[in-house]
């Protein structure tokens, strides 16, 4: 793939999961009133926008801090299915973390 189009694919899957990560935030605080869910997603989700907005910050900063952030979550994630063992949501979040993951950072 050519590297503008490689870009704006790993930026269209940062943009799809920071919905995601939003929408399941939300989920978690209507379900479970659970507001530590909600202010979560929001800050990660406030600062991965920070790094998809194109022109913000250095592009491979940006690159960087995302990959960085979504290793966080990784842990967050991780933990929290650890400790319900239920699968929804922490344990489908943590997979969709490793796939966005992946797919912002395999080279073709």
């Known amino acids: ?16 999961y920071i919905v995601l990560l939003l929408a399941g935030g939300l989920i978690g605080f209507l379900k479970a009133k659970s507001k530590v869910s909600l202010i979560l997603s929001s800050v990660f989700a406030a600062l991965l926008i920070l790094t998809a907005v194109k022109g913000i910050l250095d592009e491979q900063f940006a690159r960087t801090l995302a990959n ?8 967050v994630f991780s933990i929290r299915l650890t400790k319900t063992k239920k ?21 073709f």
């Open 68 to 75: 960085i952030l979504m290793a966080l979550l990784l842990v």
């Open 1 to 16: 793939m050519q590297a503008g189009v490689m870009h704006k694919f790993a930026n269209t899957v940062l943009w799809v």
């Open 87 to 107: 699968f929804m949501p922490s344990g489908l979040l943590l997979f969709l973390t490793i796939a966005v993951l992946a797919l912002r950072n395999i080279q």
